[in-house]
């Protein structure tokens, strides 16, 4: 019985050893994505890093909408709120957990409001026939970033 368990883990061991570097080469793997079941729209999130965002513009004619969170100082963010709406229903709220999100949402005007650290950005757009980007920026004081000193 002992030895049957010592195969049996040695063979699960060597699964996920040979496995790990497949999903290690797949940055599409570490991408988050929302699925919406009440109004039928799905988005994805992520960016942190060349390979994710890479992942993510191969995907881009998937979605219709593409936001990119920053520092107006450059610096991506994550962990951002978004809710978007289309006039006063809450077609979908979630999470951005990289500085990139894309949805998928049918045709229409909708708003969008980011929020970062208790401080929200909006914006309008309208979902068309192609991808529409937006960049919503934040001023780095309002949200407590303190950039790094040297210690000089």
């Known amino acids: 019985m002992m030895k049957r368990l010592s195969i049996t883990l040695m063979a699960c061991a060597l699964v996920v050893a040979f496995a790990a570097?497949?999903?290690?080469?797949?940055?599409?793997?570490?991408?988050?994505?929302?699925?919406?079941?009440?109004?039928?729209?799905?988005?994805?999130?992520?960016g942190f890093g060349?390979?994710?965002?890479?992942?993510?513009?191969?995907?881009?004619?998937?979605?219709?909408?593409?936001?990119i969170f920053a520092l107006s100082s450059g610096q991506y963010l994550g962990?951002?709120?978004?809710?978007?709406t289309k006039g006063d229903e809450v077609v979908m709220d979630a999470v951005s957990d990289g500085p990139w999100f894309m949805a998928d949402l049918p045709d229409g005007t909708y708003?969008?409001?980011?929020?970062?650290?208790?401080?929200?950005?909006?914006?309008?757009?309208?979902?068309?026939?192609?991808?529409?980007?937006?960049?919503?920026?934040?001023?780095?004081?309002?949200?407590?970033f303190e950039p790094l000193t040297t210690g000089e």
């Open 50 to 67: 060349k390979s994710q965002r890479d992942a993510m513009r191969a995907m881009e004619k998937d979605f219709d909408i593409k936001l």
């Open 111 to 144: 708003d969008v409001t980011a929020t970062y650290e208790g401080v929200s950005n909006s914006a309008t757009f309208t979902v068309g026939n192609k991808l529409t980007t937006k960049i919503m920026k934040w001023d780095p004081k309002a949200v407590g």
């Open 79 to 84: 962990d951002v709120g978004v809710v978007i």
């Open 21 to 46: 570097p497949s999903f290690a080469q797949d940055p599409s793997r570490c991408l988050i994505i929302t699925y919406d079941y009440v109004s039928n729209c799905r988005a994805v999130s992520g």
